[in-house]
């Protein structure tokens, strides 16, 4: 039997995205909701460093915030966030707006929603953080709002 290339990816999807709530759910039965994602965030310090090494190889880009748009923003699309883009008139950064996040979608249907502002404002920040200096260490990361805490999207704003 042979999977579509669409099938396939929505297979290792599901997998990757399982696989997180899941570990980050046997922690916490274990060690408790704070140390649970106090661990978590030791794993998103490593693993945008992964990816993000991964998008340069795959697309040829290397640092500076152009290349930072580019495979930040494939990033997004590849983890299926709805989201809007636009970089400054001068260069020297670029704002994302995330209108629907995966993520918080998995918190809402496992009704975990209750936890979603504290996990966001502790593993986007580490994350994107880590995105922005994986590009070079003068670009630097700011979350300016957050879906998980009532705000009509996520403002994620990378300057250099």
């Not at 709530?21 to 310090?45: H, N, P, Q, S, T």
């Not at 490593?46 to 880009?61: N, V, Y």
């Not at 809402?108 to 966001?120: D, M």
Request: aromatic share 12%; net charge negative.
């Amino acid at each position: 039997m042979n999977l579509t290339s669409e099938q396939i990816i929505d297979y290792l999807h599901r997998s990757y995205t399982a696989v997180d709530g899941l570990w980050f759910m046997k922690v916490e039965d274990e060690y408790g909701f704070d140390r649970a994602l106090e661990i978590d965030a030791e794993v998103w310090k490593i693993f945008p460093k992964i990816q993000a090494r991964k998008l340069k190889e795959l697309t040829g880009l290397e640092n500076g915030i152009d290349d930072l748009y580019e495979c930040f923003t494939l990033k997004l699309s590849l983890d299926q966030l709805q989201y809007t883009a636009a970089k400054d008139a001068d260069g020297n950064g670029f704002t994302v707006s995330i209108t629907q996040c995966p993520w918080l979608d998995l918190l809402r249907k496992s009704q975990r929603e209750h936890l979603a502002g504290k996990v966001g404002s502790r593993i986007c920040t580490t994350e994107y953080s880590t995105w922005a200096a994986e590009f070079g260490p003068r670009i630097h990361f700011q979350l300016q709002s957050q879906i998980c805490e009532n705000a009509d999207c996520c403002r994620l704003r990378f300057t250099a």
